[in-house]
């Protein structure tokens, strides 16, 4: 059992995430600033930011690994490279694993391709693409003592298609994965399940990596 504090636990992925995890048996604790909608049994719940230092200290408080699950939307539109900022700075002192949800975007169509982000997304994606990807950007300069892994999930990814569970998952590098058709799906649940194994299984450590169906 690890203990595992999942920032932004009551979005999509971050309640997918928290309800993964506390099946799995893992000490679980969510901070949000909103409530959760259907509060999950066993699961600690923190009401706040984690740009507050009070709330980010709870956070870390004995967490083996922290999963950061936010999206740069509204006012985290701004705030989302200062949140992972300092996320980082605590998980470098502390020696936290640190697991952070990104974008689609700072993918590449092949190995030797720019990313998506420096080509052209549709303009109402490009503000969150571009807060993600500062945050990739960052880790990469962080020191080797950051123990980071930067998730980038398939690019049919929310709440708008949430799809079903099946337990199965393909994980990959920066290049997108497709299949046969050129499609890019992964469902709440499946996700989570990457999420979760990432931490449990100890891998990708300092890696962008990708998950899709």
Same mark, same amino acid.
Do not use: C
């Given at each position: ?11 999509? $992925?971050? !309640? ?7 099946? @799995?048996?893992?000490? /679980?604790?969510?901070? #949000?600033?909103?409530? +959760? ?48 900022? $300092?996320? !980082? ?7 936290? @694993?640190?697991?952070? /949800?990104?974008?689609? #975007?700072?993918?590449? +169509? ?48 929310? $709440?708008? !298609? ?7 998952? @393909? ?43």
């Amino acid at each position: 059992m690890s203990r595992i504090t999942v920032i932004g636990g009551t979005g999509y $992925a971050g !309640a997918a995430i928290v309800n993964e995890a506390v099946a @799995r048996g893992h000490e /679980v604790t969510a901070v #949000s600033r909103t409530e +959760p909608a259907h509060p999950i049994p066993g699961v600690a719940y923190v009401r706040g930011s984690a740009l507050d230092p009070e709330v980010r200290a709870r956070a870390f408080h004995d967490a083996e690994a922290v999963i950061s699950a936010t999206s740069p939307r509204g006012d985290m539109a701004t705030q989302h490279i200062e949140l992972a900022e $300092a996320l !980082a700075s605590r998980a470098g002192v502390s020696g936290t @694993r640190l697991v952070i /949800v990104g974008g689609f #975007s700072s993918l590449r +169509p092949a190995a030797d391709a720019p990313r998506f982000i420096e080509g052209d997304v549709p303009e109402q994606y490009r503000t969150e693409a571009e807060a993600s990807n500062a945050v990739l950007e960052m880790l990469k300069a962080e020191p080797a003592e950051l123990d980071w892994t930067f998730v980038s999930p398939a690019a049919t990814f929310g $709440a708008f !298609a949430p799809g079903e569970t099946t337990g199965f998952y @393909r994980v990959g590098g920066e290049v997108a994965i497709v299949d046969s058709n050129g499609e890019s799906y992964i469902s709440a649940g499946d996700f989570a399940k990457a999420i979760v194994d990432v931490v449990d299984q100890g891998t990708h450590h300092r890696e962008h990596i990708s998950v899709a169906a």
